[in-house]
């Protein structure tokens, strides 16, 4: 929806990957029962702009057949529209164990750019006149071995640049740009403003990626070299940056500094444990489940970063000796609380992001992404979820100055 004085570009939403849906009708079926609830409580008098999560499988059949005819018939009928799409999970997201295989297919599978270009494809066909769509997308590979090889990153890069020139084309053909958005995340090849600020001056930003464009789009390396920035950025997701312990706004400004646009800003936040001790600990094993891969960044007294692929390891190691760490949690609840019974959030984190973007815009895409819904504890889960929805996008909407928070 568009935020009040704030130019049409920019609009707020909330991502479907909080409702389970693989299959193209259990996609739709969402959108009528959850999507237009939602758009009844905070924006029943506008256009109600949509977050949309496709798997793979959903993807292909909303390509097939009338499928894509009838969603935009639907749209235009509920007062909808789409303008940012989560391609992150190619695959199941709900119900089964996903944990590290999230990010497969990732950038070094040629499976990963052909699911990227068809993403694109269906928004070009479903954005409004005059608004640019983006999205968000996996941050190169999960750090596992060989992830890091010299010929793994340049597949990674490679396999961006022909997705960029693919994005090129499709808006030289449509008049629609599409931004695909690099989502940074703990314990993965790019996790960290640093890292991407590295991967994209080294493999995106460069020379010779501006020289393997212009090949690819048969123009010249200037040009080349701008069709990069327009079409390859980040997806600025507040909840993993805070994680990372990340300044927003070093972070911001050495994003613009760099050049590097921000194609998504999702508005989300993780479990913050100002001291890791038994205790803690303790309080923590609820939110240990099956589903989700849960990174924890620890901070010494030192300022000494520690990075566990999951809770249950973090969870295994003894606590040090002296003064316990301080935890984040990528673990996403709702952004509205400021404290669960055991333990704070990163709410404050996403507050100073919101803050910044009120007085100087970070992006034109603003996403609600508390997709952990299904295996929040109870204690994190006190209002339906329509409502818990509806009043995240209103407490976000009144740190950004256009509607009173809701209790």
Not at 18 to 32: K, S
Not at 242 to 268: C, N, P
Not at 374 to 399: F, G, H, K, N, S
């Amino acid at each position: 929806m568009k935020l009040p004085g704030a130019p049409r570009s920019t609009q707020l939403t909330y991502c479907t990957n909080i409702h389970p849906g693989e299959r193209w009708d259990e996609v739709r079926d969402a959108l009528e029962r959850h999507v237009l609830a939602v758009k009844a409580r905070v924006a029943p008098e506008q256009s109600f702009g949509v977050g949309l999560r496709l798997s793979a499988r959903a993807a292909g059949e909303l390509a097939a057949g009338g499928a894509l005819a009838e969603l935009k018939r639907f749209l235009d009928d509920a007062g909808m529209h789409v303008f940012t799409i989560n391609g992150f999970p190619h695959g199941a997201f709900h119900g089964t164990a996903v944990k590290e295989r999230v990010y497969l297919p990732d950038w070094r599978d040629d499976e990963r750019r052909r699911y990227s270009d068809e993403l694109a494809s269906l928004l070009a066909e479903l954005l409004p006149d005059g608004m640019d769509g983006s999205v968000s997308t996996v941050p190169g590979a999960y750090a596992s071995e060989g992830a890091g090889d010299p010929a793994a990153v340049a597949a990674m890069s490679e396999q961006m640049l022909q997705h960029a020139a693919a994005l090129a084309t499709l808006e030289a053909r449509t008049g629609k740009r599409v931004a695909l958005a690099v989502e940074p995340e703990p314990c993965c090849h790019i996790e960290t403003i640093e890292q991407a600020v590295a991967f994209f001056g080294e493999h995106l930003h460069g020379e010779a990626a501006a020289t393997r464009m212009a090949e690819l789009c048969a123009t010249d390396s200037q040009r080349a070299a701008g069709l990069l920035r327009r079409h390859l950025g980040l997806c600025l997701d507040a909840c993993h940056a805070a994680v990372e312990f990340e300044d927003a706004r070093a972070g911001v400004a050495a994003l613009r500094q760099a050049g590097i646009a921000v194609y998504k800003l999702q508005l989300s936040a993780g479990l913050r444990i100002e001291r890791a001790d038994a205790a803690a600990r303790a309080a923590l094993e609820p939110y240990l489940d099956d589903v989700y891969l849960h990174q924890v960044v620890a901070r010494g007294a030192d300022g000494e970063l520690t990075r566990y692929g999951d809770l249950p390891e973090a969870l295994a190691t003894p606590v040090p000796e002296g003064e316990p760490q301080e935890w984040r949690v990528h673990f996403h609840v709702p952004v509205f609380l400021e404290r669960l019974p055991a333990f704070g959030s990163t709410q404050a984190f996403l507050g100073e992001l919101l803050s910044l973007q009120q007085a100087e815009p970070i992006s034109q895409h603003l996403e609600v992404e508390t997709y952990t819904w299904d295996v929040l504890p109870e204690e994190a889960r006190t209002v339906p979820l329509e409502d818990a929805i509806a009043r995240e996008l209103r407490w976000c909407m009144a740190r950004l100055g256009a509607a009173p928070a809701s209790r």
